[in-house]
T-cell receptor, first 114, second 116 residues
C-alpha cells in the first residue's frame, strides 16, 4: 500500500539554524513527491515537487528537497530558517495512474525560536 | 488570478443534520479534489472530479458525496452528521486530473466544520 511517513512530529530550531525535515515513502511505482506547508488557519501551499530528472529540487522560500530512491526518502532542507517558517509541513506522494490523488504524511510542526 | 475559494469558511452544525460545502477552483482549472483534515487522521482524500465526473473516491462512507458543475465549481455534501465529521475540509484544483510536472494542485483555505 502507498504510504508516507514523517517520523518527526515536532521540531524546534533557532532562527538562522539549518533545517532538515524527514520524509519516507512506500510506493509501487515511480512516485511523484511533494512538500506542502500549512500556516495556522490556512490551506496548503506547495513548496516544491519532484517528478523526474534532477534529484535535488529547488522550491519557494529557499527550500530544497532531495529524492533518494535507494532510501525511499524525500527530505526537505533549508540552510537558514526564518521565524516566518514556523508552520506545519506535509510530505505527500501521488500521481499514481490517472489521478491527482495525494497521500499525505502526518505532518511535522516546526517551531522557530528567535 | 484569484485562488481557490471555499465557502463558508466556518460552519457549526449539530449531529444528524446535513451540510453542503462549496469550492470554486482557479479559473481554467477543471479538476477539483476534496480532502478531510483532522488531528487524529491527518489529511485524507475524499474524492476528485473532472468535467463533472467523479474520477476517484477515498475510503469514506456514503454519507459523504459530491458533485461538480459545468463551470467546474464543486460541492460536497455530508448527510447525517456525526461528531467525528468535525474537521477542516480542503478543496484543491488543478488543470487536469492526471498529475504532471506542468500541473499543480492549489489548495483553498478550507471550511472548518464543527459538529456539536
Amino acid at each position: 500500500a502507498q504510504s508516507v511517513t514523517q517520523p518527526d512530529i515536532h521540531i524546534t530550531v533557532s532562527e538562522g539554524a539549518s533545517l532538515e525535515l524527514r520524509c519516507n515513502y512506500s510506493y509501487g511505482a515511480t512516485p511523484y513527491l511533494f512538500w506542502y506547508v500549512q500556516s495556522p488557519g490556512q490551506g496548503l501551499q506547495l513548496l516544491l515537487k519532484y517528478f523526474s530528472g534532477d534529484t535535488l529540487v529547488q522550491g519557494i522560500k529557499g527550500f530544497e528537497a532531495e529524492f533518494k530512491r535507494s532510501q525511499s526518502s524525500f527530505n526537505l532542507r533549508k540552510p537558514s530558517v526564518h521565524w516566518s517558517d514556523a508552520a506545519e509541513y506535509f510530505c505527500a506522494v501521488g500521481g499514481y495512474g490517472s489521478s491527482d490523488k495525494l497521500i499525505f504524511g502526518t505532518g511535522t510542526r516546526l517551531q522557530v525560536f528567535p | 488570478k484569484a485562488g481557490v475559494t471555499q465557502t463558508p469558511r466556518y460552519l457549526i452544525k449539530t449531529r444528524g443534520q446535513q451540510v453542503t460545502l462549496s469550492c470554486s477552483p482557479i479559473s481554467g482549472h477543471r479538476s477539483v479534489s476534496w480532502y478531510q483534515q483532522t488531528p487524529g487522521q491527518g489529511l485524507q482524500f475524499l474524492f476528485e472530479y473532472f468535467s463533472e465526473t467523479q474520477r476517484n473516491k477515498g475510503n469514506f462512507p456514503g454519507r459523504f458525496s459530491g458533485r461538480q458543475f459545468s463551470n467546474s465549481r464543486s460541492e460536497m455534501n455530508v448527510s447525517t452528521l456525526e461528531l467525528g465529521d468535525s474537521a477542516l475540509y480542503l478543496c484543491a484544483s488543478s488543470l487536469f486530473f492526471r498529475a504532471s510536472e506542468a500541473d499543480t494542485q492549489y489548495f483553498g483555505p478550507g471550511t472548518r466544520l464543527t459538529v456539536l
